[in-house]
């Protein structure tokens, strides 16, 4: 299993302005991913984070607004830049680890964020 | 038409009853599905996945996939007020190498004792 917390849990941002989502996961990770879950969306995949290279990101997301770090296997941050009230999102990581007999997802408590 | 869809809800359900959630697609390149459950303000939880058509079972909960017709169902058997939650379906299909999912927009559901 993976247990995984995520900083901050909340927070209200102005528009213009950029936040910096830390997500830690209690143990090693190849990959790890970040979502976003937007009022009354479906969860949608922002981009895949490996260690050591440039993030992966979905159609509709650039690394320009989403920045993206891994700086080593249990750590991943996603910035949100020059917000704008579109933005107000669940922000959510995740991480998958090999079982024993099946590969488990897991998710992070998420980040809710409301730009003004 | 969206790629992935399934019926916001809610849906409530006395105690012990038979709970049938479902989702339809419309990408016949999807191939796995998989059912999460998410408490208010958590993240999701992975429940079950299958690669298949089929039927899963893990306890209470039976999957089940029907590829010819690109729908899915989550049956929950003697259902409790602890599964009060919304369901999520999710399709992964490989996109550029790697697999990418579609999620529905979940359905919640209610049960009351």
């Known amino acids: 299993s993976a247990v995984i917390s995520q900083k901050p849990s909340r927070d209200i941002c102005q528009r213009g302005t950029s936040l910096t989502i830390q997500c830690q996961v209690d143990?090693?990770?190849?990959?790890m991913f970040w979502y976003r879950q937007q009022p009354g969306q479906s969860l949608t995949l922002i981009a895949t984070?490996?260690?050591?290279?440039?993030?992966?990101?979905e159609s509709g997301f650039v690394i320009d607004k989403f920045p993206i770090s891994r700086p080593n296997l249990t750590f991943s941050t996603l910035t949100v830049s020059n917000m704008s009230p579109e933005d107000s999102s669940i922000y959510l990581c995740?991480?998958?680890?090999?079982?024993?007999?099946?590969?488990?997802?897991?998710f992070g408590p998420g980040t809710r964020l409301t730009v003004l | 038409q969206k790629e992935v869809e399934q019926d916001p809800g809610p849906l409530s359900v006395p105690e012990g009853a038979i709970v049938s959630l479902n989702c339809t697609y419309s990408?016949?390149?999807?191939?796995?599905f998989m059912w999460y459950r998410q408490y208010s303000r958590k993240g999701p939880e992975l429940l079950m996945y299958?690669?298949?058509?089929g039927n899963k079972e893990d306890g209470r909960f039976t999957a089940q996939v029907d590829k010819s017709s690109k729908y899915i169902s989550l049956f929950i058997r003697d259902s409790q007020p602890s599964d009060s939650a919304t369901y999520l379906c999710?399709?992964?299909?490989?996109?550029?190498?790697?697999?990418?999912?579609?999620f529905g927009r979940g359905t919640s559901l209610i049960v009351h004792p």
């Open positions: 995740s991480v998958w680890t090999s079982g024993s007999s099946y590969n488990e997802q897991f």
């Open positions: 143990s090693q990770v190849t990959m």
């Open positions: 984070a490996n260690q050591g290279s440039e993030a992966t990101y």
């Open positions: 990408n016949s390149a999807f191939q796995y």
């Open positions: 299958t690669y298949s058509s």
């Open positions: 999710a399709m992964w299909g490989i996109s550029g190498g790697s697999y990418i999912p579609t």
